[in-house]
């Protein structure tokens, strides 16, 4: 049970609970016993005081009716509260109950009882706890009785301590009721709160467990707005992103072994034709040139794979420098000249400024344009398209955007071009890339600390990507 954090949760609540529980009842306990105590004193001098008033009637009518009033006043004293009635005339000579004497005073010594009958004796009340020299609690209550302000007497009601706290014992059965109660409440209570805290925890053990063997599928339910949920949302978003990268990972291989396969196929069987003499000697120069062609696209797979590596690992450092952007993306465009002639493609350049500088790696830099021109030319119309090239300084930085007419990108693909081995063309066609640019466009971008962005409304599709100005 204490190996999983639900048993450990379970454990230290509980444990918490049992230890504030045991110090509240102890507390409780205290107070109900004191309170209790004052409570039954009060109710002692209340019988005093009238015990007094009947002491002072009998002292001015000596009727049987008040000695019988006095001695079941007596009885009753002793039976409720287990305690002794005393009754003293001013001149210390103990007045009679009834037929009886009483003259019970519990465990006190003479000199003690002789104490307090001298103060009571001068008209004071007293409520007193005290330690005899027995070493027994004896509680005293003792109230003088007057008649017309003279001072006829002291009436004294001694008990035991264990007389008064013989009534705690039904308070210790609630105060202990009231604590297993609140402990089987209190459990409960731990048990819902510990399984919606460990719950999503549980959960996502098992969904990692899941992940490492390849399935990407379980999410995590969430439950509110806290801290645990934000965890969940966090793991389903984790989750979803692992789902995400696995499947075009999944797609990078299939891309990267079509892209390898048509080139190494085709060089295969040219080559093999040209040994085993089933390729004439005259035509021989021609599948030659197809092979050298060939030879040079797997040359630029493996390289853009090595550039993605290179910067990904941060093994090629910066090296920033101050150029013009606007006189960059011109170079770009020629070289691009013979690809824009095929397809007749309309180029709408737009600088704010004939010159504008930037400060930026540009080697990097002309690897983003590159990549950018090129996809605006492969992925816009086939003919009579159009791709737009835009500069603008925007405060300390420049804007700079490509934009291409053409076959759109979709919604549901917009905001995963720039993962890595992401590719919206999934046929596998010849030609289109293996999904990597825009991977390397974004990394780039990241190194110089900028940002780029890709909008698309199903027929113009615009790259953004801002840099420091020079």
Same mark, same amino acid.
């Given at each position: 049970?204490?190996? @999983?954090?639900?048993?450990?949760?379970?454990?230290?609540?509980?444990?918490?609970?049992?230890?504030?529980?045991?110090?509240?009842?102890?507390?409780?306990? =205290? @107070?109900?016993?004191?309170?209790?105590?004052?409570?039954?004193? $009060?109710?002692?001098?209340?019988?005093?005081?009238?015990?007094?008033?009947? %002491?002072?009637? +009998?002292?001015?009518?000596?009727?049987?009716?008040? =000695?019988?009033?006095?001695?079941?006043?007596?009885?009753?004293?002793?039976?409720?509260?287990?305690?002794?009635?005393?009754?003293?005339?001013?001149?210390?000579?103990?007045?009679?109950?009834?037929?009886?004497?009483?003259? %019970?005073?519990?465990?006190?010594?003479?000199?003690? $009882?002789?104490?307090?009958? !001298?103060?009571?004796?001068?008209?004071?009340?007293?409520?007193?706890?005290?330690?005899? !020299?027995?070493?027994?609690?004896?509680?005293?209550?003792?109230?003088?009785?007057?008649?017309?302000?003279?001072?006829?007497?002291?009436?004294?009601?001694?008990?035991?301590?264990?007389?008064?706290?013989? @009534?705690?014992?039904?308070?210790? !059965?609630?105060?202990?009721? $009231?604590?297993?109660?609140?402990?089987?409440?209190?459990?409960? &209570?731990?048990?819902?709160?510990?399984?919606?805290?460990?719950?999503?925890?549980?959960?996502?053990?098992?969904? $990692?467990?899941?992940?490492?063997?390849?399935?990407?599928?379980?999410?995590?339910?969430?439950?509110?707005?806290?801290?645990?949920?934000?965890?969940?949302?966090?793991?389903?978003?984790?989750?979803?992103?692992? =789902?995400?990268?696995?499947?075009?990972?999944?797609?990078?291989?299939?891309?990267?072994?079509?892209?390898?396969?048509?080139?190494?196929? @085709?060089?295969?069987?040219?080559?093999?034709?040209?040994?085993?003499?089933?390729?004439?000697?005259?035509?021989?120069?021609?599948?030659?040139?197809?092979?050298?062609?060939?030879?040079?696209?797997?040359?630029?797979?493996?390289? #853009?794979?090595?550039?993605?590596?290179?910067?990904? !690992?941060?093994?090629?450092?910066?090296?920033?420098?101050?150029?013009?952007?606007?006189?960059?993306?011109?170079? *770009?465009?020629?070289?691009?000249?013979?690809?824009?002639?095929?397809?007749?493609?309309?180029? %709408?350049?737009?600088?704010?400024?004939?010159?504008?500088?930037?400060?930026?790696?540009?080697?990097?830099?002309?690897?983003?344009?590159? /990549?950018?021109?090129?996809?605006?030319?492969?992925?816009?119309?086939?003919?009579?398209?159009?791709?737009?090239?835009?500069?603008?300084?925007?405060?300390?930085?420049?804007?700079? #955007?490509?934009? /291409?007419?053409?076959?759109?990108?979709?919604?549901? =693909?917009?905001?995963?071009?720039?993962? +890595?081995?992401?590719?919206?063309?999934?046929?596998?066609?010849?030609?289109?890339?293996?999904?990597?640019? &825009?991977?390397? *466009?974004?990394?780039?971008?990241?190194?110089?600390?900028?940002?780029?962005?890709?909008?698309?409304?199903?027929?113009?599709?615009?790259?953004?990507?801002?840099?420091?100005?020079?």
């Amino acid at each position: 049970m204490f190996h @999983s954090l639900y048993g450990r949760l379970m454990a230290l609540f509980l444990a918490v609970l049992l230890v504030a529980m045991a110090v509240l009842t102890v507390l409780m306990y =205290d @107070s109900i016993r004191e309170g209790k105590v004052e409570d039954r004193m $009060a109710e002692l001098i209340n019988q005093a005081r009238d015990v007094a008033y009947l %002491a002072a009637q +009998r002292g001015l009518f000596v009727t049987r009716e008040v =000695d019988l009033y006095l001695k079941w006043k007596s009885e009753e004293i002793t039976r409720e509260y287990g305690a002794y009635l005393l009754i003293v005339d001013r001149y210390r000579n103990i007045i009679p109950i009834g037929d009886e004497t009483v003259i %019970a005073t519990g465990d006190m010594t003479l000199e003690e $009882a002789l104490f307090y009958l !001298s103060r009571v004796l001068t008209g004071e009340e007293i409520n007193e706890r005290m330690l005899t !020299s027995s070493g027994n609690v004896i509680f005293t209550v003792g109230v003088p009785f007057v008649e017309d302000n003279r001072l006829l007497g002291a009436v004294f009601i001694h008990t035991r301590e264990q007389s008064v706290e013989a @009534s705690y014992e039904e308070v210790l !059965s609630e105060v202990l009721r $009231a604590f297993l109660i609140a402990v089987w409440v209190g459990a409960a &209570l731990i048990l819902v709160a510990t399984r919606y805290v460990a719950g999503p925890m549980r959960q996502m053990a098992v969904a $990692a467990e899941r992940f490492s063997h390849g399935d990407f599928s379980t999410r995590v339910t969430v439950h509110g707005h806290d801290e645990v949920a934000r965890l969940a949302e966090s793991f389903n978003a984790m989750a979803e992103d692992l =789902d995400r990268l696995e499947q075009t990972r999944r797609g990078f291989v299939a891309n990267v072994s079509h892209e390898l396969r048509s080139p190494l196929t @085709s060089m295969q069987g040219f080559i093999g034709g040209m040994l085993d003499g089933t390729i004439p000697q005259e035509e021989q120069d021609k599948y030659l040139k197809i092979v050298w062609d060939e030879t040079k696209r797997l040359n630029k797979l493996i390289t #853009t794979l090595l550039d993605l590596s290179h910067i990904e !690992s941060g093994k090629t450092p910066l090296n920033r420098t101050r150029f013009d952007i606007n006189e960059m993306i011109c170079r *770009v465009l020629a070289r691009q000249e013979p690809r824009i002639d095929e397809k007749k493609t309309n180029v %709408a350049i737009d600088f704010q400024n004939e010159m504008c500088f930037v400060i930026a790696d540009a080697d990097r830099i002309e690897q983003v344009l590159v /990549n950018l021109i090129d996809n605006a030319i492969k992925y816009g119309k086939e003919q009579d398209g159009m791709l737009g090239v835009r500069t603008r300084e925007e405060g300390t930085q420049v804007r700079v #955007t490509i934009l /291409n007419d053409g076959q759109g990108i979709p919604a549901e =693909d917009l905001p995963l071009i720039f993962e +890595r081995f992401y590719k919206v063309d999934k046929a596998h066609t010849t030609g289109k890339g293996t999904g990597l640019g &825009l991977a390397i *466009v974004k990394s780039i971008i990241d190194q110089h600390g900028k940002k780029i962005q890709a909008f698309s409304d199903g027929c113009m599709t615009r790259f953004e990507f801002t840099l420091e100005k020079g």
